[in-house]
Every structure is written in C-alpha cells, then in structure tokens.
C-alpha cells in the first residue's frame, strides 16, 4: 500500500467516525498513537469534516447573524489550524527526505506533498457526501443520476490524486525532485500584518 492509499484510508476512517456522532462540537479520540504522522492525518481529516458541516450551517439563510459571526470566526480559526497541520505534514516530509541528495537535474513541484494530501482529504469527504446524495430515498431520479455521475468523477480523481501523490513521493526519494516548502503567512490572521488589527492596538 503506498503512503497515499494509507493516508485516504486514515480520511475515510475519520469521515466514518465523524458520522458517528455528526456533530461539529462533540470529541472525537485520535485512534492512532501520539505524535505518529498516522495521528496527525486522522487528525486533519476530523478539522476538514467538522468544517466542512459548519460550512452547511452558515448558509442557512435564516441564520441568525450573531451566531453567522461567531460562526465565521470559528471557520477562520479552523483554516488556521487546517494550514498548521498541513505545514506540520511537510516537515515531517522534509525530515524523511533530508538525507536524500537531489540530482543535478532534480525539478521542484506545483505543491507540496502535504498540501496534496489536504486535496485529498478533502476528496475523501465529497466522495462520503455524494455517496450519501446518491442514495437518498427522497430525492428525484434526476438528482439522484447526476450524484451518481458526479461521484464516478469523484472516484477517478481519487484514483489519479493518490496516483500522482505516490509518484511524487518516489520521485522525491530517488532524488528526481526535491521539496521546497513556503509557508502560508497568512496576513489576515496576524494582529502585525492586518491593519485593521494593528490600527486597533494603535488607538
């Protein structure tokens, strides 16, 4: 099994789990021993499906808009800590691979391995959902033909992604690419960057 059909078993493991409970504010124990990079994927796909059901909730158009901010803000604040693990997954990448010396010919790629996992764990997630839009009872022979359409898509881009994730991977560890990571930086975020926030500490 390659790294990147392990890692979408450990994301559909975590969908699983999470509609278990479906619901954004309740636990969910990590299975997986602490600190294992097993661990920290569980992990990233829990933050993207608690998530992605709080995207659900805050398009309900009769929201109220005190809780729609508050909602907001705890969105922010998962993206923030969405990106923290995503940067957490390539310094574990770049730690596996130091030893590796690239060839003179090495290139570089568009993305990180880490941020192609996090496209595939987002993958693992519209594929439960559509999954789920295929098989409803209550829903037209139409609807229920374009999900299905949809989710056969769905699951030959799973197969490509975890295709070329692999190939990355080897191509790393033979030394016909080599990693460079740019950290977000996200400005937004950062009460030094932001000048509505730091106009805020000035007055």
Known sequence: MTFSEKSYA?????????HLKDDVDAEFPNPY??????????????????????EDIIRDPEIDPVAAL???RRIDRSNQVRTDMVEQLDSYFLDLYKDVEAAGDATINTESPAWALDRLSILA???????????????????????RAKLNVLV???SDLCTAIAELLADIEAGRKFMKVYRQMKMYNDAETNPVLYAKKQD
């Not at 450990?10 to 999470?18: E, K, L």
């Not at 021993?33 to 709080?54: F, P, R, T």
């Open 125 to 147: 997630l519209k594929i439960y959902h559509m999954e789920r839009e295929a098989e409803r009872s209550d829903a037209s022979p139409e609807h229920i033909a374009k999900c």
């Open 33 to 54: 021993e602490a600190g294992s990079v097993e661990a920290v994927l569980y992990d990233k796909n829990m933050v993207d499906a608690i998530q992605w059901h709080l």
């Open 156 to 158: 030959e881009q799973r």
């Open 10 to 18: 450990i994301f559909n493991q975590a969908t699983h789990d999470y």
């Open 70 to 72: 508050a909602l907001k």
